[in-house]
């Protein structure tokens, strides 16, 4: 499954989407959001869904030339409210865009960042390299990246390119096990202008060898849980699988543990509702991000449900490859 939040699941620089203000000029949009991730992934259906939702989408754009964009004047019947307000703007873009480099494109949305005053917020879209694969030899369509070589090739090559930009995201969305509607619901979601506007708890798992969350609210180290992955019979499955919930929960720390952090969570909650809070992300981390913070996600996720909140839960590298690498050498 899924996505997950990396930035109160909203903009950079502290604002939540719904903040998201350029200027009081009713030609400038209110929102943007820039729409990226690996090829086939699900880049046009997500603009396609946001388009559905009153959004002016534009693909295929140079990042060079997102400040003059801004400047430009909305195409007609892209305006909307009583007070004709221009359409929230969606800009995507991927590593076919001419001239792509990561690193310039989150330079260059800081640079404009600071200069204007304006806010982006960034929605990623990966999928598994064995999901992209069957979808390259579906369509029969030659992967950009890969030249003469194997579709995994390219595939493993764009990966490396755009990792820079997945962890710089705000929201990163898995589509692996999606279906189009799939994805434009939680597009929908997330991105509705009539969306719920009460406090949005999203849980999240990761690996700590692939990085942090790096604005979780709460972040949760369950590293000191015995690790699945050094059971060969486990390590192939996930916090998902019913014999690595019950490999967890033998741990003898494991239920107090739980039993704290969700009394922790239920506590703080309310209060960050007071406080205006939007967004709430809760990240729990492990070594690879398959097992021990996947199921603690999950039985949080459940716990919070039970309590009464909707959260969303989002396993960031539920796909990724095992290595003895990623796990180490140790235990």
């Known amino acids: 499954m899924g996505c997950h939040r990396m930035a109160d699941g909203g903009a950079t620089n502290g604002h939540s989407l719904d903040q998201i203000m350029l200027s009081d000029s009713p030609d400038r949009p209110t929102r943007v959001l820039l729409v990226t991730g690996l090829l086939g992934a699900g880049k046009t259906t997500a603009l396609r869904a946001l388009e559905d939702l009153g959004w002016e989408p534009v693909d295929n754009f140079p990042v060079r030339l997102i400040s003059r964009l801004l400047h430009t004047a909305p195409g007609p019947g892209t305006e909307h409210g009583s007070d004709n307000q221009a359409a929230p703007l969606a800009i995507g873009f991927d590593s076919r865009t001419r001239g792509f480099d990561p690193h310039a494109v989150m330079a260059e949305i800081g640079a404009l960042a600071e200069a204007e005053g304006i806010a982006f917020s960034t929605l990623y879209l990966d999928c598994g390299a064995e999901e992209l694969e069957r979808r390259y030899n579906e369509t029969r369509r030659r992967h950009p990246l890969a030249g003469d070589r194997p579709v995994a090739a390219g595939i493993a090559a764009e990966r490396e390119l755009m990792e820079p930009l997945r962890r710089w995201a705000d929201v990163v969305i898995s589509t692996t096990e999606f279906s189009t509607n799939d994805l434009g619901r939680t597009i929908r979601e997330l991105f509705a202008p009539t969306a719920p506007q009460e406090m949005t708890v999203t849980v999240s798992s990761f690996g700590f060898s692939r990085g942090m969350v790096p604005t979780a609210d709460l972040v949760f180290d369950m590293r000191f849980l015995d690790n699945p992955h050094w059971d060969e019979a486990l390590r192939p499955l996930t916090g998902r699988d019913e014999p690595v919930k019950e490999h967890i929960r033998k741990d003898t720390a494991w239920g107090e543990a739980f039993d704290r952090i969700r009394d922790l969570v239920l506590f703080l909650l309310p209060r960050y509702e007071a406080q205006g809070k939007a967004y709430v ?51």
């Open 281 to 331: 992300n809760i990240a729990f981390g492990c070594t690879g991000g398959k097992h021990r913070s996947v199921f603690s996600a999950e039985s949080l996720a459940d716990a919070l449900r039970e309590a009464g909140h909707s959260p969303t839960v989002l396993h960031r590298n539920l796909d990724s490859a095992h290595t003895d690498l990623v796990e180490g050498a140790t235990r």
